[in-house]
């Protein structure tokens, strides 16, 4: 009997030990996967570990923060704290997630409290490399709630003191060149990203950063090369994957973006915000019951999530519900309100021949940018359904002066001169619209009623049956083709 009782807490004690190395061996793996930048498999490590130190709460409460479960993180980062409230990253972190949640004072508290325990008062020679990069890590985070509250030059005197403790450290460079993106200091911010290449080549952050800035330029496809380059760096770089999705959705390539938001999606799987952009690329690419079902369960954990309800207001302005659509852009904080929604909104009124309402709308959005090319481009439609072509053609051009991906200004402004009978310039610049994308049907009938308006009826003939090509059962054109070709040569 003794014997079995013995055996059996031998067993007991086999379990407990391989027990307590397993979890030891998940702690210590989740940690290392924190710091290599792998939070989804951080988290998975973690998640059964018990929460008995200040290491399983930090590391746990890092590795939910980076996948977006911001207030479960908070939860773990103050308990961390409660194990030992004289380490410095668990107000770090805290402070970053405050940050996130634009709780800008609220997270200078818990940076200046992790700077107490930061060894500052020692020069960099007197400090082991744990140290410093505890002191980078902090003071980079403070550099990034600074840039976020737009007090930028606080963010570079914090980045000014981390790099006297390590001149080298390219992420110190990837900080100065975000504060002075920031400032729209482009060139400064250039030579800091890449500083940080030369420091660590293919460093996604920097990377990323040299795409922002072609981003703000408005250089879509550069950025786009910069993004891609970033992914292909580190396969973990979650904001790259977001912004390579917002720039595939620009250049109307959906499901390319859908591709790149899953993927953030994945590495961030807590945040609203990817699940967002998702729905919006479905609607980019006209599958709007997609877009809802998605934006349904994303207003189904945050019914107050502006960004969801907002898109969902642009589904249901593409399904003519505007009496729902106006409802959910109520719901949308003011200021959480863009140029982009401002000149989606306007399609309502615009679309119930309400001009001065869908004009105010208009202002509205170009007064938050300025330099927005969609916003005047659907000022420009706005005026034209009023028939005001010499307005409308302003508008046009503004938005092609800007930049304008979108074929459809060209076409719009050279209806507008055929309106005008400016049949000249009209046919330049349809002819603009068809050399950029040759595969828009009516800028073809347009091209040929300009042509027939400047009496040149071989090229109208030429640019109707171009058009057939798109439209082949059109009568109009058909008709139109029969008498210019029975009229006889000039």
Do not use: C
Request: aromatic share 12%.
């Amino acid at each position: 009997m003794i014997t079995k009782i013995s055996k059996k807490l031998i067993m007991l004690l086999i379990l407990l030990v391989s027990f307590t190395a397993f979890a030891q061996d998940n702690l210590d793996n989740g940690i290392a996967a924190v710091k290599n930048g792998d939070y989804v498999r951080a988290l998975d490590l973690l998640k059964g570990v018990s929460k008995d130190s200040y290491n399983a709460n930090l590391y746990y409460g890092i590795a939910l923060f980076k996948t977006g479960s911001l207030a479960d993180a908070e939860k773990f980062l103050k308990a961390a704290i409660k194990k030992d409230n004289e380490k410095p990253e668990a107000y770090s972190v805290l402070g970053e997630i405050y940050t996130q949640q634009k709780k800008y004072s609220d997270a200078a508290v818990q940076f200046e409290t992790a700077k107490k325990y930061l060894p500052l008062n020692k020069t960099a020679d007197q400090l082991d490399k744990e140290e410093v990069d505890a002191i980078v890590s902090v003071l980079k985070a403070e550099s990034e709630n600074f840039i976020a509250d737009a007090k930028v030059d606080k963010a570079i005197t914090s980045l000014t003191a981390a790099k006297g403790y390590a001149k080298n450290n390219a992420l110190i460079y990837v900080g100065l060149g975000d504060a002075y993106l920031a400032r729209g200091a482009y060139e400064p911010a250039r030579t800091n990203y890449n500083e940080a290449l030369r420091l660590k080549p293919n460093f996604a952050p920097a990377l990323h950063g040299l795409g922002r800035i072609a981003f703000k330029q408005k250089k879509y496809s550069e950025a786009l090369e910069d993004y891609i380059k970033a992914t292909e760096a580190d396969n973990n770089y979650a904001p790259a994957f977001f912004e390579k999705g917002i720039i595939f959705y620009l250049l109307d390539r959906f499901t390319d973006a859908i591709d790149a938001l899953e993927r953030y999606d994945k590495l961030v799987p807590g945040s609203l915000r990817g699940k967002t952009y998702i729905a919006k690329a479905h609607y980019g690419k006209g599958e709007l019951d997609e877009a809802l079902i998605i934006l349904d369960e994303v207003l189904a954990k945050d019914p107050n999530y502006s960004e969801a309800n907002k898109y969902k207001a642009y589904v249901l302005i593409d399904k003519k519900e505007y009496s729902k659509a106006e409802e959910y852009f109520n719901k949308v904080k003011p200021e959480d309100l863009n140029s982009e929604d401002y000149t989606k909104w306007s399609k309502i009124p615009a679309d119930k021949k309400d001009y001065s309402k869908a004009y105010e709308m208009l202002d509205k959005a170009i007064s938050l940018d300025s330099i927005d090319e969609n916003a005047y481009f659907e000022y420009g439609k706005t005026l034209f359904a009023e028939q005001k072509y010499p307005e409308a053609n302003e508008k046009f051009q503004k938005a092609i002066d800007l930049g304008i991906l979108n074929v459809a200004a060209y076409v719009y402004k050279g209806i507008g001169f055929y309106y005008l009978k400016e049949y000249e310039q009209g046919i330049e610049v349809l002819n603009k619209s068809v050399e950029l994308n040759p595969n828009i049907g009516s800028a073809y009938l347009w091209l040929g009623n300009s042509y027939v308006g400047a009496n040149k009826n071989p090229e109208a003939i030429a640019a109707y049956k171009k058009y057939l090509e798109f439209e082949p059962d059109d009568q109009f054109t058909k008709d139109q083709i029969q008498k210019l070709e029975a009229l006889p040569p000039k």
